[in-house]
């Protein structure tokens, strides 16, 4: 046999083998094989964005669950702030004035329902300025201006009603006459005193202590030519 007819029937065994199922069958299973692996890897690819966005929506739902809790905090924290610490105490603002015959005096005291206006008259320049320095360090809102002489401080802060049950011009002229037995009227709905500086500050505290303060509207002042204050409080409308 020549070695052309040899060649020619390798190539004809090679063909023949191409042609059988059994190996067709196994370059099938290699196909189907690489096309699992990449819908395997795709939907690999997809669970990893959906998870990547879950975790998104999550870290942004607690965000907005931890960001919403603090404003609330701080929201609550304001108005407490608002209602309660900035209705100052009268009482501890008159003692660390300190006020005697020698440096000056209050002039008038008056409240509604948003405000406390306090009007203070010195005679020393000297006490003058260190109150007006004390009380702005203590970040009261205080003015001072001076007119012939005579130097004025004025005050005004912030004042909430706040309503007590108990609270009404019979309760508290008895309070007062039960205390120190200071002298008071009523009249026109109204408990009327008439008192020096110090029983002034003690009738103020006592009402603070009693929460009574912020239930009545005042109007506090000296009588001219006098050291004696008139005191005046009335149930609001």
Known sequence: MSRMELALGDLMFDINLLNKPGIQSNRSENVDTVSKEKKQKVISEIEKTYSNKFNFIKYLFISIIISSVIFLFYTVNNFTKTNYEKNISLAYLLRII????????????????????????????????DNLELLAKFDY????????????????????????????????????????????????????????????????????????FNSFKFNISKIEDNTLYKFIAEEYD
């Open 98 to 129: 300190n006020l005697d015959k020698d440096s000056g005096y209050v002039k008038n005291i008056s409240t509604d329902k948003e405000n406390i206006n306090i009007m203070i008259e010195f005679i020393s320049e000297l006490e003058f300025y």
């Open 141 to 212: 809102n205080v003015k001072g201006t001076n007119s012939n002489e005579m130097y004025y401080l004025f005050l005004k802060e912030n004042w909430n009603l706040e309503i007590n049950k108990e609270g009404n011009v019979y309760r508290l002229k008895q309070l007062i006459n039960d205390f120190k037995g200071i002298a008071s009227d009523i009249l026109e709905n109204k408990v009327i005193v008439i008192c020096d500086y110090i029983d002034l500050v003690s009738i103020i505290e006592l009402c603070e202590k009693n929460n009574l």
